[in-house]
């Protein structure tokens, strides 16, 4: 089994920062990508931002410039660094990765993880 377990999130002002971290762990033989995904109430799930193995990254047009994503390869960790938050970042953070389970060669499978609440208030 693989889990993603994150942690850091809270309640800050607009303009705080708050640091995100997810570790995988289980039955992992690689990781192609990991990253994080957000939701606000009553919007669709939206990608925030994601960092590949070899350190392609991504991220949505409302946060660059302001959140960095970064990844330890060795210990299955990806981190997202928010600066100058803003009300409108208000959501569950989600972790998100792409990996490659133990046995299941060629496969690669989504996990989630449980999600941790970012507030931002004005």
């Known amino acids: 089994q693989v889990q993603l377990v994150e942690s850091g999130g809270g309640l800050v002002q607009a303009g705080g920062s708050l640091r995100l971290s997810c570790a995988a762990s289980?039955?992992?033989?690689?990781?192609?990508?990991m990253g994080w995904y957000r939701q606000a109430p009553g919007k669709q799930r939206e990608l925030v931002a994601r960092?590949?193995?070899?350190?392609?990254?991504n991220y949505a047009d409302s946060v660059k410039g302001r959140f960095t994503v970064a990844r330890d390869n060795a210990k299955n960790t990806v981190d997202l660094q928010m600066n100058s938050l803003k009300p409108e970042d208000t959501a569950v953070y989600y972790c998100?990765?792409?990996?490659?389970?133990?046995?299941?060669?060629?496969?690669?499978?989504?996990?989630w993880g449980q999600g941790t609440q970012v507030a931002v208030s004005s």
């Open positions: 998100h990765a792409v990996l490659t389970p133990i046995g299941m060669a060629g496969a690669l499978l989504a996990y």
């Open positions: 289980g039955s992992i033989f690689s990781i192609n990508a």
């Open positions: 960092i590949t193995n070899n350190g392609y990254t």
